[in-house]
T-cell receptor
Framework: ETGVTQTPRHLVMGMTNKKSLKCEQH?????MYWYKQSAKKPLELMFV???????ENNSVPSRFSPECPNSSHLFLHLHTLQPEDSALYLC???????????????FGPGTRLTVT | QKEVEQDPGPLSVPEGAIVSLNCTYS??????FMWYRQYSRKGPELLMY????GNKEDGRFTAQVDKSSKYISLFIRDSQPSDSATYLC?????????????FGTGTLLAVQP
């Protein structure tokens, strides 16, 4: 595997289900990100992890819960979602300097989530 | 006012045309500018990366940044049907924990054979 991989690629879940999205990066990077992409809207940054520590939570509802066990893996745990949460969820990674400088992010293919 | 404005298109051009894609922004702190290409049902792919003002060329692609006008452009020469995709601009300020990219909404490009 190369680059950034995400599983599953497609997910349909009911509002009472619990599911998890998985991301793995094979680039040796130390920062990982979750984004939400909805139709006709810019990518919305959800969470940032630098060196496995969460450094950004962009006012995301608590029904989304991230987990970063190491610098190569990132999870997004989902529970009691709403239909408006249906979107493409993208994971990205980058190399970050100790001063926080990092600009090129590399994306995975995304998980297309449908909440029914 | 949005931090980054990008015409969503769609933009339809014949094969071989020169394509110009643009974004404007309001935050003068932005110094790092990127263009991503996103094919249908795929994640964004980094295409071009530039710092501050000036031009950068890579094959058929040229990225241009005009910080005084807060305007960036991506030119595609000799466009091909395989260039049909959504093009996203993204930008970032420097310093601190600002490894945070601000994206435009994307421009959908269709190159007709």
């Amino acid at each position: 595997e190369t680059g950034v991989t995400q599983t599953p690629r497609h997910l349909v879940m009911g509002m009472t289900n619990k599911k998890s999205l998985k991301c793995e990066q094979h680039l040796g990077h130390n920062a990982m990100y979750w984004y939400k992409q909805s139709a006709k809207k810019p990518l919305e940054l959800m969470f940032v992890y630098n060196f496995k520590e969460q450094t950004e939570n962009n006012s995301v509802p608590s029904r989304f819960s991230p987990e970063c066990p190491n610098s190569s893996h990132l999870f997004l745990h989902l529970h009691t979602l709403q239909p408006e949460d249906s979107a493409l969820y993208l994971c990205a990674s980058s190399q970050v300097g100790r001063d926080g400088s990092s600009y090129e992010q590399y994306f995975g293919p995304g998980t297309r989530l449908t909440v029914t | 006012q949005k931090e980054v404005e990008q015409d969503p298109g769609p933009l339809s051009v014949p094969e071989g045309a020169i394509v110009s894609l643009n974004c404007t922004y309001s935050n003068s702190a932005f110094q790092y500018f990127m263009w991503y290409r996103q094919y249908s049902r795929k994640g964004p792919e980094l295409l071009m990366y530039t710092y501050s003002s000036g031009n950068k060329e890579d094959g058929r692609f040229t990225a241009q940044v005009d910080k005084s006008s807060k305007y960036i452009s991506l030119f595609i020469r000799d466009s091909q049907p395989s260039d049909s995709a959504t093009y996203l601009c993204a930008m970032s300020a420097r310093g601190g924990a600002t490894n945070k990219l601000i994206f435009g909404t994307g421009t959908l490009l269709a190159v007709q054979p």
